[in-house]
């Protein structure tokens, strides 16, 4: 019989119910922007990363409510979830502002 790695007890779950897997994934995106950005300088790339708090998707949309609320109990201003258009907006502003790069932008309502 084999002895089972911690790793493969895929989700393994926060507290708040989140996977470890999209807390280390996020960490890889912003860990990898200021290197590809300084990498991507020389074509005039520009890179920029969001780290997104909690959206109206699929996914938020199966998570029970006592979950949901525990998270927006933990927001500062405004306490709900985030809407598509505000996303949308954020994206925006940052392609349009040229003079953005190498930076990831919190949208999250400050639960960091």
């Given at each position: 019989m084999r002895t089972r790695h911690r790793s493969e007890d895929?989700?393994?779950?926060r507290s708040h119910g989140v996977s470890f897997g999209v807390g280390e994934t996020k960490a890889s995106v912003i860990?990898?922007?200021?290197p590809v950005a300084r990498d991507l300088v020389e074509y005039g790339i520009?890179?920029?990363?969001?780290?997104?708090?909690?959206?109206?998707?699929?996914?938020?949309?199966?998570?029970?409510?006592?979950?949901?609320?525990?998270?927006?109990?933990?927001?500062l201003f405004p306490r709900r979830i985030g809407h598509a258009g505000e996303f949308g907006a954020l994206v925006?502003?940052?392609?349009?502002?040229?003079?953005?790069?190498?930076?990831?932008?919190?949208?999250?309502?400050?639960?960091?």
């Open positions: 895929a989700p393994i779950k860990g990898m922007t200021i520009r890179v920029l990363s969001i780290a997104p708090g909690l959206f109206e998707t699929g996914m938020s949309a199966g998570m029970p409510a006592k979950v949901s609320d525990g998270l927006i109990e933990k927001m925006r502003h940052l392609v349009e502002s040229a003079y953005m790069n190498a930076l990831t932008v919190d949208i999250d309502c400050g639960t960091r």
